[in-house]
């Protein structure tokens, strides 16, 4: 057996040497040629997996280690007897972080309480669900819309588009690219879209970039239609739009789900599902040895500090977006470098918090964001 692996991947070398020949290779080299004798591939974003990549190869299986996946031709793995798995939810933790830590930044800049404003998540699925949570644990005002699950549901927490366009501050996108149907979402946030908002709200997009409209984005903060922009996922990507970068508040070269917890996860479910594929004996295998930041306690002293206070240190010091920022801002046609070399990031849990003069209630909001208290 032949398995052709994106050398991205981390934590992988070793767990399929044992059954097959393994190749490790960059997204852009995994090409016909490398694939017509392979029976597997495990890959990411980067490949696309369709006709002209697979036809009158020996491919049975591809994983991807990843939670999207438009970039497997699923109508043609059907047609050609392929089957696919891809890693759902495996860094919705990390987004939630990003977000986090995007919220308390962009606040504190603007210099306003997060638990005044009212925000709209578009996509309440593995990571709108944990986003929801951290808003709700920081006091903000949570709109939900969510048209799939709410026609299964039929749960009064679910509310309109047009809820949210009229009341919400800020607006998140937290969905799937989905090119046409009920449930279309390229472009959803287009001009249209935008020139019907009551208020000017905060728009980020960290789920796909064809969500968000990038030209009608850059227009509607040169009109003053919306209050600012943040963007982890763009289109056209790694040809980003410089002059919408410029624009943004924060901008980033696709990263928010780049947490070694989240990259360890999707490898662990890849290689979980082609050991189940192909009956190789290794359905519990787990990644070891993930790396750690030099230090995980985050000591804090709440005398005389405000709540937001205590819980935007505590966050800012597991991630902040502004290191990111930075850097794409300073070089950014090395976006995919910036994605290939992305440095050691652990989520909340990772971290205890050693309190000084912080009362229970505090203490009760840091362990809902996913921190332990040291004792």
Request: charged letters at 25%.
């Amino acid at each position: 057996m032949k398995i052709v692996i994106d050398n991205k991947i981390p934590y992988i070398k070793g767990a399929l040497e044992p059954f097959a020949e393994v190749v490790y290779l960059p997204g852009n080299l995994t090409t016909p040629d490398v694939v017509k004798d392979a029976d597997a591939l495990i890959t990411r974003t980067r490949t696309i997996c369709n006709r002209k990549l697979l036809a009158g190869s020996k491919v049975k299986f591809i994983a991807t280690a990843t939670i999207g996946f438009d970039h497997i031709d699923t109508d043609y793995c059907e047609e050609a007897g392929i089957k696919w798995t891809n890693a759902p939810g495996c860094n919705a933790e990390s987004v939630n972080q990003y977000i986090a830590s995007a919220l308390f930044s962009w606040s504190m800049r603007k210099r306003v309480d997060l638990a005044n404003l009212t925000i709209g998540i578009i996509g309440v699925g593995n990571v709108g669900k944990r986003v929801e949570k951290t808003c709700r644990t920081l006091g903000m005002n949570v709109l939900l819309n969510d048209p799939p699950r709410e026609r299964v549901e039929r749960k009064q927490y679910f509310t309109s588009l047009e809820t949210i366009k009229r009341e919400a501050d800020i607006i998140t996108f937290h969905v799937p690219l989905n090119e046409s149907g009920e449930d279309a979402t390229y472009h959803l946030a287009n001009e249209e879209f935008l020139q019907s908002l009551t208020k000017k709200p905060l728009i980020i997009n960290s789920c796909r970039g064809e969500v968000t409209d990038n030209e009608a984005i850059y227009n509607a903060i040169e009109a003053n239609d919306i209050d600012g922009f943040i963007v982890d996922c763009w289109e056209n990507e790694p040809d980003i739009s410089l002059d919408l970068l410029n624009l943004s508040d924060f901008g980033t070269p696709h990263i928010a789900g780049y947490s070694k917890d989240g990259k360890a996860n999707g490898t662990k479910m890849s290689v979980q599902a082609l050991s189940k594929f192909f009956g190789l004996g290794i359905d519990n295998w787990e990644p070891q040895e993930i790396e750690k930041p030099t230090n995980t306690t985050i000591e804090i002293n709440g005398n005389q500090r405000r709540e937001y206070s205590i819980l935007a240190e505590a966050i800012l010091s597991t991630y902040d977006i502004e290191n990111d920022d930075d850097n794409l801002r300073e070089a950014p046609l090395k976006f995919e470098q910036l994605r290939g070399d992305y440095p050691v990031r652990r989520e909340f849990a990772t971290y205890s918090v050693k309190a000084e003069n912080i009362n229970n209630d505090t203490l009760n909001k840091l362990k809902n964001l996913g921190f332990s208290i040291a004792e």
